[in-house]
């Protein structure tokens, strides 16, 4: 059968992956200016071959019935940290079906297609936990557009206990977060140096240069369920002290609350307040006003430390999950920036990009854009931190993917600007793929400027194809994520858009928010 050959279903019609890219008129492949692959092979060592396990996680909820709810490892996302304990039923089923989509498809395609040679973990995000393969489809067609040479192999399961390495000639997995599943599979690093070194205490503690900050650590845990009153006793096993608890552990939880909330609020204003693990929007809070203080301990009271502090554990104690940074507010920056870079074996650092990040009201972020015609100059800006950095990192022995995130302050006499690190994020990041596309934009079609969002629209893949036809056949938009669901007729996808200057990327990018219902910008 050609590679191209159309195939028809009862419900609709659609392409084989091998041949997506050519059956909707698309320009020709993309070619990376180098992979994950590369980078990772470029040294030998005894980890063997490597397979990227790329997906998110969730502290909050279950993704599926196959990828449980992380407990160990603790992360706070916005769903942790604003989801109110009434949710309906039906609500949760919704907010757990689009973050499944979103962690488990969009995501890992984004990033896996940096990936090149190496094997990506593809995990299926239906709810019932079986196989339907639809991920798979999906994430081929993304790949499609990438030149065969770099174009990742994906593998489909339906969680990560199913996992199979050796019939699959894994020998060992990148994993992106620390996934409480994983443990026991060989792994690149192991999961407890990995949360380790993308915690906001080892930041704060590293010597790095990064705003000055103080600990609110958790000195004890909560006594155990069946030491506590006949409700605990009912709920063992559920993951947050009962409201209405009587006994030990509720008294435990709102004194400890209390003592958090109230050193919180005599904090001279602004401040930033940060969890240990955070990404997607939440557990990082600025603080500018009695207003936003306000907000922030009655978030704190009634959400994020319920869950957080009923969440430590003898398992995971030593990890100090529940440890707060409360950090100075860089109070004069005159640069906001991305930096994304390569460690390796040796501790040698390749620079791939520095981009500049967009952010939403909450300060969350929401993208990226970057000029490629600056990126000679920004690199010879960034190696000296770069380099710390990494230095930092292979101390513990890592290599891999790095971003930071770093605030440029403005100088005193002298008037040279000061870099402070405000995030770490040790593995692949969001604005990963701008960095690998300046020969596809920059140097081929004279698109100097690029960003990456994401997008929620009412469209097929193929449909938002159709609309946007010219810009897709000229080159200057690429889909690196996508997942239709059919049972809402949402698509949910992540975009990387050129243009020739500043002035064009904002037109193009005005046409995509016209079509969607959601840019997250």
Same mark, same amino acid.
């Given at each position: ?22 059956? +909707? ?11 994950? *692959? ?33 407990? $160990? ?161 009912? $709920? ?13 552990? =509720? ?14 609020? &005599? ?13 997607? =929007? ?24 319920? %869950? ?14 529940? &440890? ?14 991305? #930096? ?19 952010? @939403? ?5 929401? *993208? ?24 930092? #990192?292979?101390?513990? *022995? ?14 005193? $006499? ?43 629209? @009412?469209?097929?893949?193929? %449909?938002?194809?159709?609309? +946007?036809?010219?810009? +897709? ?7 690196? *994520? ?7 007729? &949402?698509?949910?996808? +992540? ?15 005005? %046409? ?10």
């Amino acid at each position: 059968m050609p590679h191209n050959t159309r195939l028809s279903g009862k419900a609709n019609t659609w392409w084989l992956a091998a041949g997506f890219a050519e059956a +909707f008129c698309l320009p020709s492949l993309v070619i990376l200016d180098t992979t994950l *692959g590369e980078l990772y092979g470029q040294e030998d060592g005894p980890e063997g071959r490597i397979a990227l396990a790329l997906s998110a996680t969730s502290s909050e909820i279950a993704l599926s019935s196959k990828f449980a709810r992380n407990s $160990k490892f603790l992360y706070v996302d916005s769903l942790f940290s604003s989801t109110p304990p009434d949710y309906s039923r039906d609500d949760r089923a919704k907010l757990q079906r689009t973050l499944a989509i979103r962690y488990l498809s969009v995501v890992p395609q984004r990033d896996a297609f940096c990936a090149g040679c190496l094997p990506v973990i593809i995990f299926d995000p239906d709810s019932s936990g079986q196989d339907t393969g639809h991920a798979k489809v999906e994430a081929k067609k993304t790949m499609s557009n990438l030149i065969a040479d770099q174009r990742p192999k994906t593998l489909d399961f339906a969680g990560p206990e199913e996992i199979l390495m050796e019939v699959n000639g894994i020998d060992s997995l990148a994993a992106r977060f620390a996934l409480d599943q994983l443990d026991g599979l060989p792994l690149v690093i192991d999961l407890d140096t990995l949360y380790f070194l993308n915690s906001k205490q080892a930041l704060s503690e590293s010597g790095l240069p990064s705003p000055k900050s103080v600990l609110l650590e958790l000195n004890d845990i909560s006594p155990t369920a069946k030491d506590c009153c006949s409700l605990c006793m009912s $709920k063992v096993g559920e993951s947050v002290i009962p409201q209405d608890c009587t006994g030990v552990r =509720g008294r435990w939880l709102r004194h400890r609350i209390r003592d958090i909330v109230d050193h919180v609020s &005599t904090q001279p204003i602004p401040f930033v307040l940060k969890n240990q693990q955070s990404f997607g =929007g939440g557990g990082t809070f600025m603080v500018s006003s009695r207003a936003d203080l306000s907000n922030l301990t009655t978030m704190l009271s009634t959400q994020i430390l319920p %869950k957080l502090l009923s969440g430590v554990s003898p398992s995971n104690a030593h990890l100090n999950p529940a &440890t707060l940074i409360i950090s100075e507010m860089v109070r004069n920056p005159v640069g906001d920036w991305g #930096l994304n870079f390569f460690v390796q074996r040796s501790g040698r650092c390749i620079f791939l990009s520095a981009t500049q990040p967009i952010a @939403d009201p909450r300060k969350a972020w929401i *993208g990226s854009n970057i000029s490629y015609l600056a990126q000679d100059k920004l690199r010879q800006k960034f190696t000296p931190i770069m380099l710390e950095i990494g230095a930092w #990192l292979h101390s513990y *022995g890592y290599f891999g993917p790095c971003g930071a995130d770093i605030l440029e302050e403005a100088g005193d $006499k002298d008037r040279r600007t000061k870099m402070k690190i405000v995030d770490l994020n040790v593995r692949t990041t969001g604005s990963l793929t701008l960095g690998l596309l300046k020969g596809h934009f920059s140097e081929h079609r004279g698109l100097h400027h690029a960003t990456c969002f994401s997008i929620t629209v @009412d469209k097929t893949r193929e %449909k938002f194809i159709e609309t +946007f036809a010219a810009e +897709f056949t000229e080159g200057k938009m690429l889909i690196v *994520g996508w997942f239709d669901d059919a049972a809402s007729g &949402t698509g949910y996808g +992540f975009l990387v858009v050129g243009a020739s200057d500043e002035y064009g990327l904002g037109e193009i990018s005005a %046409k995509v928010k016209e079509s969607a219902s959601v840019v997250r910008f």
